[in-house]
């Protein structure tokens, strides 16, 4: 048994130790809002919070979890600056398709957290990692900007 | 032959076109429906798809008693904003405040709504008129209601925002209280409906969002349908579907087109916890349509499970099966086309002299193009639930073509389409991927295998980047005389790549009208002496629709071409592009042997170099094309009209020491006519913009031996935000009504790459006639 604490829940999972953390959250906990994009770390569309950290879920097997603060985006608008970023994105329409945009909200979110005003290298470097075949880029930058732009103001 | 062969040939060809088809016994016309083929009247747009249209208000809008207004959406949702827009169309038609309306995806049931078939950006130039027409006729119900309730004249009652009042005595009666009575009315005679004026409209054509980076502050923005779900990760996908009892497969596919599992081992997959079941999952022969590659499916209680269990399978391939597709190599494969491309082959358009003008030449230029083969690689990787239960088959997936996934089941069910129902779920990306219903197959083939139970068949991104229909990939030679003047006198081009129709009958190693009206045969340059060939090209593994299909390489060549013969008659790009173009005036795109035009009227949709003329003096003109650039840096241009729309953009390029290219602004002027959203229009140029400067930069799968190269995007690279421009502006052109509407998913995309790579040669003086350009600048 594999014990997860997900989105503040205590979760008792009968999992082998090596199944990837993104399997575990769909196909178990069926929290389906962390996607499958690529399974090797290439894209993002996974992308989870471990302890605050942005984490690839489809790497992290279930034991690297154990004892860590796992937050996914079903959790986002309960957090301050997640919620901010989910509005922003809502204000300057960034989804298209939608698939990938739960993993860019969660890497960007990350990002503000640790950097509240991130210069334009800061943002390509934090997001680089996150693939939007839509091609949504200008808007998901512009979206973080506009977050960061109204830190003084939260 | 199955259903879905039928409705795929329809969707992509005219009517017309079968007539004349079945003259020259075409190959693809084979598969086609005989009985439309031998009727008479010839039909365009919405009217010529299976299905055709249907303005029904009952069909698509219901009002509940708390005036709730429910609009059916029947089109496939992949991002371009379809739910949103055309929810649009009839809130503002009927006069529903948008707070107040709901949608609800349809099923398949082509019968019901009409063509469901989301690809050729269609949804709405199809489907605008249509949807206002079923606003209208619900909007007129509930006035007749009110009307009836009053004891007044139809004539004295008008419906406001969620109301209709009583113009006399300024009696109300909300959408709510009518809407019981306005049901069980008839539905208003076409002929009867009175559309809205322009000047009553409060969100048809309306800017709102975001323009060129910054934000309408309007408060009254309608908000996207799915918006917030997306962002609170509440959107249901097909990946998203969930069920009791579910079982999740997995399907090891042949690696090489038509090979065959000769011997399989699968003790060590059976002890991995979890796996249920193996299976070998039949394979269709080519020309196989939508039917699936078959293989080995592991059958699992998850996801994790499932792709374990594959991973511990021995299976040996019989690859004699496959023919020469397992000696299928990318790079001998160019050097073929190439070296056809020498010489003649089927012409397929001619007019004056090609030969004498190049014979008489003060000038020649040559140069042959190359695209590879790409894989549409949506973030969603195919991925389908099917269950089956007691002889009736029930399938939950992300398809572009949900009647094609409908028959496909049957088909291979041997049951009736009534006892097949197709839930439509969101769309993580399509770009022509899913217009292919083979995943959906495949889970009808295991879900027999389980009574009762669903099945879930998920794609991982290899099995996407290995199994895709590819785009396909082509060799474009070109060759044009100049004057002493630099002026064109000659144009021959010739294109080859492997056709789409190898997938429905014998190999016609040919490209169809549908392919070739994709901006090859429909070249609009005014040139005294013209010659389009297009030699033989055999398919070696599935090729498809890619977002823009074949328009892709038409353009790169014709685009990159026409800045090589500006270079060597010295002249300006964009003044020699204009004097390529001639003076304004109409093309019929039929009157050219294997003429195609989307499917469109050509009287209402002619080629229209006024139009193609204006995109290119705006994007130019915003881009201050001229200016000066500094060192490394350059301006390049590229025009295309496709899906009777018309593009052109300016792209700002730094190629810097290291080979690195930097994209620092883009101007796209888009000429689509009359707009309803223009805030989706301008998002889907944005991503049009970054999927093109991908395919410049580095998207290609190569084969050798017949399998793939590149497996996951670790090598099969696709755009990242570090490619994107700096700065995206789009230019709507022409939008006011007095313009047909056009398609706008797929016609941002063709011009993108031979912009850069026009643009690329301004800030290196380095000609990119292959794609992608990976490492050539370094």
Known sequence: MINLTINGQAHELDVPDDMPLLWALRDVVKLTGTKFGCGIAQCGACTVHLDGTAMRSCVTPVSGAVGREITTIEAMSDDKVGKRVQQAWLELGVAQCGYCQGGQIMTATALLKQNSKPDASEIRDAMNGNLCRCGTYNRIFAAIEQVSDTEEQS | ??????????????????????????????????????????????????????????????????????????????????????????????????????????????????????????????????????????????????????????????????????????????FGELAAAARVLDVPARENLTLKDDSQLRYIGRETGLVNGELKNDNSRPPAIDGEDIVTGKARFGADVQMDDMLYAVIARPPVLGARVKSLDDTKAKNVPGVVKILQTEGTDMPAGFNPLGGVAVVAENTWAAIRGREALSINWDLEAAGDNASYTSEAYRQTLEQRAESSGKTVRESGDVDKALENADQRVTATYYMPHMAQAPMEPPVAVVRIKNGKAEAWAPVQHPRAARDGIAAVLGIDLENVTVHQTLLGGGFGRKSKPDFVIEAARLAKEFEGRPVRVQWTREDDIRHTYFHAVSVDRLDAALDSDGKATGWLHRTLSPSIGSLFAEDPKHKGDFELGMGFNTMPFDIPSIRLENPKAAAHTRIGWFRAVYNLPHAYAIQSFAAEMAEAAGKDHRDYLLELLGEPRQINPEKFEDGWNYGENPDIYPIDIGRMRAVVERATKEADWGKESAKGRGLGLAMHHSFVSYTAIVLDVEVDDSGEVIVHRADIAFDCGQTVNPERIRSQLEGACVMGIGIALHSEVSFKDGDTEQTNFDRYQIPRMVNAPREVHVHLVNSGKDAPMGGVGEPGLPPVAPALCNAVFAATGKRIRRLPIGNQLS
């Open chain 2, 1 to 174: 032959m199955s259903k879905s062969h039928d409705s795929l040939l329809l969707a992509n060809v005219s009517r017309r076109r079968f007539l004349k088809g079945l003259a020259v016994g075409s190959a693809l016309v084979v598969a086609a429906r005989w009985d439309l083929a031998f009727a008479e009247e010839v039909k365009y747009g919405a009217e010529a798809m299976p299905g055709g249209w249907v303005d029904n208000p009952n069909v698509f809008i219901s009002i509940d008693g708390n005036g709730t207004v429910t609009v059916i959406n029947h089109r496939a949702e992949m991002g371009q904003g379809i739910r949103t827009s055309l929810a649009l169309v009839a809130a503002d038609e009927l006069g529903a405040d948008w707070d107040r309306v709901r949608v609800e995806q349809a099923e398949a049931d082509q019968d019901k709504y009409g063509n469901q078939n989301t690809d050729g950006s269609r949804s709405m130039r199809h489907w605008y008129e249509p949807m206002r027409r079923a606003a209208a006729g619900a909007r007129q119900m509930l006035e007749q209601a009110a009307a009836n309730q009053w004891g007044v004249p139809v004539e004295e009652v008008e419906t406001r925002v969620q109301e209709v009042v009583h113009k006399g005595s300024d009696r109300t009666l909300g």
